[in-house]
């Protein structure tokens, strides 16, 4: 049977035009403007904020006391992983149809949602060193693209990211502590390994010279509702947020072609060769396991077994229950 994915048509659709793929491509970059509607970025700010003020449950955190000042809440974490395995609104975000719409042209047509990181960054806090993202979570083939959703004004003072415009097209370098290679292990006639990855200190982190070989890094100032969409062998990096009354919040998620095998799983332990069933198929198809979303998000994996897919979409053993996670 032959397979020919056609994108849905929606009113709100948005198109990726050939001139913002060949950005992306090009530069490893790509901000598109108000891509989701600022009445959506006000629930999700204060919804996380209600996280941080201890009126939403974050599994592993206690609750603050209750005459904690804006300076004691703040200490109490910089980011949350995986909000969308416990949290309605974030699975929500994390499957925006507007976000996917540009995945399904950038990496798909096949989505796996992989990852949901909510950063908080208040004044004089937050900031991480040169690093690229496929060094953290490995794909094979390597599909893997970030997209950093702003909750509202990020720029140079506050703690926008910098990027080095065209380094994606360098490979992923390695740690020598790492147990583990993006790349085959022999396939390049020589790679450097480096150090102190996502140090913030440029003296620290050698990715920096790499950053380097491509001019001045360039801040990617955004507004509210804009998506910035980055390669995963982009090389980025953002500063401590120096406002001194100004957060810098930002709502990050990972996702990556749902034909790829993926080992990862943010650390958490997973059964068998591979973690694929802990991520959910936002769009399109796959011959891999895959989960759905736990509170019904409208996506790809609800619809799976309708799809008439000749090929296998549910992990060995056929069923399409819920699986934890």
Same mark, same amino acid.
């Given at each position: 049977?032959?397979?020919?994915?056609?994108?849905?048509?929606?009113?709100? &659709?948005?198109?990726?035009?050939?001139?913002?793929?060949?950005?992306?491509?090009?530069?490893?970059?790509?901000?598109?403007? &108000?891509?989701?509607? %600022?009445?959506?970025?006000?629930?999700?700010?204060?919804?996380?904020?209600?996280?941080?003020?201890?009126?939403?449950?974050?599994?592993?955190?206690?609750?603050?006391?209750?005459? +904690?000042?804006?300076?004691?809440?703040?200490?109490?974490?910089?980011?949350? *992983?995986?909000?969308?395995?416990?949290?309605?609104?974030?699975?929500? !975000?994390?499957?925006?149809?507007?976000?996917?719409?540009?995945?399904?042209?950038?990496?798909?047509?096949?989505?796996?949602? %992989?990852?949901?990181?909510?950063? !908080?960054?208040?004044?004089?806090?937050?900031?991480?060193?040169?690093?690229?993202?496929?060094?953290?979570?490995?794909?094979?083939?390597?599909?893997?693209?970030?997209?950093?959703?702003?909750?509202?004004? +990020?720029?140079?003072?506050?703690?926008?990211?910098?990027?080095? @415009?065209?380094?994606?097209?360098?490979?992923? #370098?390695?740690?020598?502590?790492?147990?583990?290679?993006?790349?085959?292990?022999?396939? !390049?006639?020589?790679?450097?390994?480096?150090?102190?990855?996502?140090?913030?200190?440029?003296?620290? $982190?050698?990715?920096?010279?790499?950053?380097?070989? #491509?001019?001045?890094?360039?801040?990617?100032?955004?507004?509210?509702?804009?998506?910035?969409? !980055?390669?995963?062998?982009?090389?980025?990096?953002?500063? @401590? $947020?120096?406002?001194?009354?100004?957060?810098? &919040?930002?709502?990050?998620?990972?996702?990556? $072609?749902?034909?790829?095998?993926?080992?990862?799983?943010?650390?958490?332990?997973?059964?068998?060769?591979?973690? $694929?069933?802990?991520?959910?198929?936002?769009?399109?198809?796959? *011959?891999?396991?895959?989960?759905?979303?736990?509170?019904?998000?409208?996506?790809?994996?609800?619809?799976?077994?309708?799809?008439?897919?000749?090929?296998?979409?549910?992990?060995?053993?056929?069923?399409?229950?819920?699986?934890?996670?």
């Amino acid at each position: 049977m032959s397979y020919k994915p056609v994108a849905d048509q929606r009113p709100d &659709r948005y198109k990726v035009s050939t001139a913002e793929y060949a950005q992306y491509q090009k530069q490893g970059f790509l901000v598109v403007e &108000r891509l989701v509607d %600022l009445d959506e970025v006000e629930e999700l700010k204060a919804h996380v904020m209600a996280m941080l003020k201890g009126q939403i449950d974050v599994p592993g955190q206690e609750h603050p006391a209750p005459e +904690a000042t804006d300076a004691e809440l703040v200490q109490r974490f910089t980011r949350v *992983h995986q909000l969308h395995r416990w949290d309605a609104t974030c699975e929500r !975000f994390l499957l925006h149809p507007r976000i996917l719409d540009v995945l399904e042209a950038l990496i798909g047509p096949d989505v796996l949602a %992989l990852q949901t990181m909510q950063f !908080f960054n208040a004044p004089g806090m937050g900031g991480q060193g040169w690093h690229q993202d496929s060094y953290y979570i490995t794909t094979y083939p390597d599909t893997l693209i970030g997209a950093w959703l702003a909750l509202e004004r +990020a720029d140079e003072e506050n703690g926008c990211l910098w990027v080095a @415009p065209g380094s994606n097209h360098e490979p992923i #370098y390695p740690d020598e502590g790492r147990g583990h290679l993006v790349h085959a292990e022999g396939a !390049f006639d020589e790679i450097e390994t480096v150090e102190g990855i996502s140090h913030l200190d440029d003296e620290v $982190n050698t990715l920096s010279g790499v950053a380097r070989r #491509y001019g001045d890094a360039v801040p990617v100032v955004v507004e509210a509702g804009d998506v910035v969409f !980055f390669h995963p062998h982009l090389l980025h990096r953002s500063h @401590p $947020n120096q406002s001194p009354d100004r957060w810098r &919040r930002a709502f990050v998620s990972h996702y990556c $072609n749902a034909r790829s095998w993926v080992p990862w799983n943010h650390g958490a332990a997973y059964e068998g060769p591979a973690a $694929n069933y802990k991520h959910i198929l936002a769009r399109g198809r796959t *011959h891999l396991p895959f989960a759905r979303p736990e509170f019904d998000t409208p996506c790809a994996a609800l619809a799976a077994d309708a799809n008439g897919a000749p090929e296998r979409m549910v992990a060995s053993g056929g069923d399409m229950e819920k699986r934890e996670g």
